[in-house]
């Protein structure tokens, strides 16, 4: 007998909008090679949905998503510190997707967004979020290095020296310091959270759909300008991190 997948993503149309629903509560939806199958599928769906103009990329319960799920990676060997195949090309797929299809995607962060969940965040066209939002770029907490953008996006939003400073300490900070920075577009209260989003949604919407895809492709094309050799800089390097399997051993 098959074994049905696990349903980790849920998709919710309202057109001109629709919503993408990272969809493990209990696990704090952190991320699995699963989980960016049916994200990207769900992508997929919206670039393909006449109708749909504008995607809302949120987490169920109390977390956008916590990051990657470590227990996914249980019995990977994770050479310099990389998460490896098995997550990184989906990743960068799903990145890819949301970056290049001619919907513009609002990043709905309603609770913690740590690391990989922060790297699909930033590959959105805007993020709003809770003041109670809780950001963090964790990646040399746990003897590992960013492989789906961070060492790019995270500068361009919120400065090269900000940047620095956060990825070093491996710092948390709120949705009202990610609003003051730059990082994200609005912030309200957690209770306003989705109102806002709403009527963001619609507003834009409301526009020219073909004026939006321009709009999209343009600032898309001034980032990469900026972004493609580091991207593939990052994706290419290779370092000496030797601690990560000590670090993350009672994740796994």
Partial sequence: MIEPVPTEVVVDID?????VTMSRPQAMNAITP????QLQAAFETVRDHAEV?????????????AGVDLKAIRGARLDGGSVGGLLDQPARNL????????KVVIAK???????????LALACDVI????????????????????????????????????????????SFSGRQAEEWGLAAAACGRAELDEMTETM?????DNSPGSLAAYKDLYRFAAEQMSDAGLAYEASATYAID???ERIAGFR
Avoid at 34 to 37: A, D, F, K, N, Q
Avoid at 109 to 119: K, M
């Fill in 15 to 19: 057109a001109p909008v629709a919503t």
């Fill in 34 to 37: 699963t989980m960016l199958v």
């Fill in 53 to 65: 103009r504008v995607a809302v990329l949120t987490g169920a319960g109390r977390a956008f998503s």
């Fill in 95 to 102: 990145i890819e997707t949301i970056r290049t299809i001619p």
């Fill in 109 to 119: 962060v309603n609770g913690y967004c740590f690391t990989g969940a922060l790297e």
């Fill in 128 to 171: 709003v979020a809770a003041h109670e939002a809780t950001f963090g770029d964790t990646h040399a907490k746990w003897g590992l290095r960013p492989t789906w953008g961070m060492s790019q996006r995270l500068p361009a939003a919120v400065g090269l020296a900000r940047a620095r400073a956060l990825s070093y300490r491996a710092a």
């Fill in 201 to 205: 949604a619609r507003q834009i919407a």
């Fill in 243 to 245: 601690d990560t399997d």
